[in-house]
C-alpha cells in the first residue's frame, strides 16, 4: 500500500516568513496529493491540492509542487500569519480500480507562527 | 459547497457499551464514505471504506466485528463501536466522496466525533 511521509514534524517562523511542508510518497500509482490545514479538535480543510499531471499550483500565499520522478511534493506559504498557525497534513491517492480516491497521510506537521 | 456533518459531536459512554456515530452528506449524494480515527497527536488513520449498498472495505488491523459500518443511502453512512474499550476512545472523522459522475477528485469531512470511553 501508500506510504507517506512528512517532515519537519513541528515548524516554527516569524510572521511574514515563508514556511515549506515537505511529502514523499511510495506509490508511483498516486495521482492526486491533497494538503489539509487542521485546527485543535476541528475536522481537516483542504487549502490546495495537485494532480499528478501537473507539476505546481498555486492559490493566493499557497503553492504545493510535485517531483513525480523523486515522488515527493511540498507545501509553500509565503508571508505567513499567526492565523497560519495549525497542523497540516499532506494525503496521497490514485483513482482507479478499487481504491476508490481512499487517502493516505503523512503524520502532520505543526506550524507555529509568532507575532 | 459541501456539506458533511456528524453526529454525536461528543459522546461520553461506560465500558462495555456500544455507540453509533451518524455521517451524513447534506447537499450531495455520496456513493463512498471513509470513516477516519485520529488519536492525540496523531495523524488520521483510515479505518474503513464505505459504498453505498455493498459491504464496508476495513483496513489491515481494524476489526470488523467491532467497528460495524453501514452504508445504507447515497447520503448516510453510520458506524457503531461496539463493546467499547478505553483504548476505543479517539477523535472519529467521517469523509464523503460526491458520486463520480460530479467528476471530484475532492473528499469533504465532517467534523468529527470525539469518543471517551469510561
Known amino acids: 500500500g501508500e506510504n507517506v511521509e512528512q517532515h519537519p514534524s513541528t515548524l516554527s517562523v516569524q510572521e511574514g516568513d515563508s514556511a515549506v511542508i515537505k511529502c514523499t510518497y511510495s506509490?508511483?500509482?498516486?495521482?492526486?496529493f491533497p494538503w489539509y490545514k487542521q485546527e485543535l479538535g476541528k475536522r481537516p480543510q483542504l487549502i490546495i491540492d495537485?494532480?499528478?499531471?501537473?507539476g505546481e499550483k498555486k492559490d493566493q500565499r499557497i503553492a504545493v509542487t510535485l517531483n513525480k520522478t523523486a515522488k515527493h511534493f511540498s507545501l509553500h506559504i509565503t508571508e505567513t500569519q499567526p492565523e497560519d498557525s495549525a497542523v497540516y497534513f499532506c494525503a496521497a491517492t490514485s483513482f482507479g480500480g478499487t481504491s476508490y480516491g481512499k487517502l493516505t497521510f503523512g503524520q502532520g506537521t505543526i506550524l507555529t507562527v509568532h507575532p | 459547497g459541501a456539506v458533511v456533518s456528524q453526529h454525536p459531536s461528543r459522546v461520553i459512554c461506560k465500558s462495555g457499551t456500544s455507540v453509533k456515530i451518524e455521517c451524513r452528506s447534506l447537499d450531495f449524494q455520496a456513493t463512498t464514505m471513509f470513516w477516519y480515527r485520529q488519536f492525540p497527536k496523531q495523524s488520521l488513520m483510515l479505518m474503513a471504506t464505505?459504498?453505498?449498498?455493498?459491504?464496508?472495505?476495513?483496513e489491515q488491523g481494524v476489526e470488523k466485528d467491532k467497528f460495524l459500518i453501514n452504508h445504507a443511502s447515497l447520503t448516510l453512512s453510520t458506524l457503531t463501536v461496539t463493546s467499547a474499550h478505553p483504548e476505543d476512545s479517539s477523535f472519529y472523522i467521517c469523509s464523503a466522496r460526491p458520486a463520480r459522475r460530479l467528476i471530484t477528485d475532492t473528499q469533504y469531512f465532517g467534523p468529527g466525533t470525539r469518543l471517551t470511553v469510561l
Open positions: 464505505s459504498n453505498e449498498g455493498s459491504k464496508a472495505t476495513y
Open positions: 495537485i494532480r499528478s499531471n501537473v
Open positions: 506509490d508511483s500509482a498516486s495521482n492526486y
